[in-house]
């Protein structure tokens, strides 16, 4: 596709299951982020990798958040155990190095 | 510790004025400013961009206004129009291929 795709766009789950949220970014985009972006809230921050390899995850709220990108393309966000707190929608973008971030149109999640 | 912050939270526009929003920044490190416009259900899409050698940056109706040793930049809208209807973010990042910090929004509406 065009653009960076995010599934699933809607996600439900009770307190205590584990998640997964997918992105799949622009062909070629180096980069890839993960935000978290609550309601009325601006995105913040959780992860970055160039191809493969994350090179930040400072923002990743605690250990139960992971993320990875094994072949440098598609990455995968997963929450486990989560809280009610975990809800949220979560936004992945990519990049050329340095570049422009183009932004999915996100995952909402939320726990019950 | 918010790196950015944004004002006003919210702001009404009567059509053809202007609309102002500002941005205050802490990091001294930071080098790249832009400004994310979000309409409902979308993900942020980069509206204009500038870097510290320049202090204004103009593309169409939209400024950025940059003030280096205020650690200040504002996003103008010339003309204002209900289309123009969105959340707007502020955001920063360092050179290289650091993740952008976000200001936590303004949202914007053109009222005829």
């Known amino acids: 596709g065009a653009g960076v795709s995010q599934s699933p766009r809607y996600k439900v789950t009770k307190r205590g299951q584990d998640v997964a949220l997918r992105c799949d970014p622009i062909?070629?985009?180096?980069?890839l982020y993960w935000y978290r972006q609550a309601l009325g809230q601006g995105p913040e921050f959780l992860t970055y990798f160039n191809y493969e390899a994350q090179q930040d995850k400072s923002g990743l709220p605690n250990d139960r958040f992971s993320a990875e990108r094994p072949e440098g393309s598609i990455s995968t966000l997963t929450i486990q155990r989560t809280e009610q707190r975990d809800s949220a929608m979560y936004r992945c973008?990519?990049?050329?190095?340095?570049?422009?971030?183009?932004f999915g149109e996100g995952s909402r999640l939320t726990v019950l | 510790q918010q790196q950015v912050k944004q004002s006003p939270q919210s702001l009404i526009v009567q059509k053809g004025g202007i609309s102002i929003i500002n941005c205050a920044y802490e990091n001294t490190a930071f080098d790249y400013f832009p400004w994310y416009q979000q309409f409902p259900g979308k993900g942020p899409a980069l509206l204009i961009a500038i870097r510290p050698d320049v202090s204004e940056k103009k593309e169409g109706r939209f400024t950025i206004s940059f003030n280096k040793s205020a650690k200040q930049f504002s996003l103008h809208i010339m003309d204002s129009q209900p289309g123009d209807s969105a959340t707007y973010f502020c955001a920063a990042a360092s050179s290289g291929n650091t993740p952008l910090v976000f200001g936590k929004g303004t949202r914007l509406s053109v009222i005829a």
């Open positions: 062909s070629g985009h180096v980069s």
């Open positions: 973008a990519s990049s050329f190095v340095g570049g422009e971030l183009f």
